[in-house]
């Protein structure tokens, strides 16, 4: 199993990625993290090498923590492709289309339910994600046919830049496949990057 990226480490990749936005060297929308280093690995000390991983447009611990060298991810990045991350050898897949990568991830589990393959899928969603249709019926296929996924609900309480229980009103029912954490991203803002934030 690659080894986990630390607290720290993840940070100064974000830091790095942040610095090389400002000095205007990466031609197309990033999204940051933080504030979730702990949680994710945590999380990720659960996944296998061989396991798939499924994100969103804030992808880049995820890719980190999957074992996707830091040197080609940095270069997927200033190629203008952050919030579209593909690795197939890593077995890493991200999307920045709403609602689209937990059918994709559940089509991967079935997949591998038939082929009877022990590896396991892992989607990774945000919490304005969980509140839509289309995770609804994602999750209830998986859990009416056993399929070897687990979902990752990153519930930063925000939809975009307003707050999801405003928005949204949760009143979330316990499944077996969903794991949910809670955090807050105190450095950068949730849709792009600010100065402000940023320290820079």
């Known amino acids: 199993m690659t080894r986990l990226l630390s607290?720290?480490?993840l940070i100064s990749f974000e830091e790095e990625i942040?610095?090389?936005?400002?000095?205007?060297?990466?031609?197309?929308?990033?999204?940051?993290?933080?504030?979730?280093?702990?949680?994710?690995?945590?999380?990720?000390?659960a996944v296998r090498e061989d396991d798939w991983v499924f994100s969103t447009h804030r992808s880049h611990y995820h890719a980190l923590l999957k074992g996707?060298?830091?040197d080609w991810l940095r270069d997927e990045i200033l190629a203008g492709h952050s919030?579209?991350?593909?690795?197939?050898d890593y077995n890493f897949y991200a999307s920045a289309i709403m609602g689209d990568i937990a059918p994709?991830?559940?089509?991967?589990?079935?997949a591998l339910k038939?082929?009877?393959?022990?590896?396991?899928?892992?989607?990774?969603?945000?919490?304005?994600?969980?509140?839509?249709g289309t995770f609804s019926e994602s999750l209830k296929y998986a859990e009416r046919n056993s399929l070897p996924i687990t979902f990752v609900v990153e519930d930063n309480?925000?939809?975009?830049?307003?707050?999801?229980?405003?928005?949204?009103?949760?009143?979330?029912?316990?499944?077996?496949?969903v794991v949910r954490y809670e955090y807050k991203n105190s450095r950068y803002p949730h849709a792009g990057i600010s100065k402000e934030y940023s320290g820079f």
């Open 104 to 110: 994709i991830a559940v089509g991967k589990a079935l």
């Open 68 to 70: 996707v060298p830091r």
């Open 157 to 177: 309480g925000m939809s975009v830049v307003t707050p999801t229980q405003e928005v949204w009103g949760l009143d979330h029912s316990e499944a077996s496949k």
């Open 83 to 88: 919030i579209t991350i593909n690795n197939p």
């Open 114 to 132: 038939l082929k009877n393959s022990k590896e396991h899928v892992w989607c990774f969603v945000g919490d304005m994600f969980a509140e839509m």
């Open 18 to 45: 942040a610095r090389l936005y400002f000095e205007k060297k990466i031609p197309g929308p990033v999204h940051l993290s933080y504030g979730n280093e702990e949680a994710l690995i945590n999380i990720f000390g």
């Open 7 to 9: 607290k720290e480490e």
